[in-house]
């Protein structure tokens, strides 16, 4: 088996599991600035292809596109696929190490909450997604 296609599929099926989550990925710098600077509230999803992203993060995620309480946008960007999105977004993470996979939880601009990969690695997503409920309830 060739491990670049091995690799593709992994990064596509990733990719395809956020989008149809209802996530709009962000692929550049400027799509970024563009959706991260918006008046509101932005959930966004720091995507990436390890197993604890695939077997907790991404179901979080997707669980919390059905909660009662919403952010204005939700989004993702890719680590270690679009680099300079995801770096151009971690910079608006201040105060936080470069994490994925991470939940940032953005409001007019600035950070309020952010879950970061200690906080699902090794957890069962219910742990994550008590804690997106719990910044949702405060800040959306």
Known sequence: MDFNYFINDVVQTARKE?????YEPLTTTDDVDTTLTDKGTTLVMVNSVCGCAGGIARPAAA????YEKQPDRFVTVFAGQDKEATEKA???FTGYAPSSPSFAL???GEIV???ERHEIE?????????QLEKAFDEYC
């Open 63 to 66: 669980y919390m596109r059905n």
């Open 113 to 115: 909450r952010m879950v």
């Open 90 to 92: 971690r910079s608006y």
């Open 122 to 130: 090794g957890h069962e997503p219910i742990e994550v997604v008590q």
């Open 106 to 108: 953005l409001k007019d």
């Open 18 to 22: 956020m989008e149809e989550a209802g």
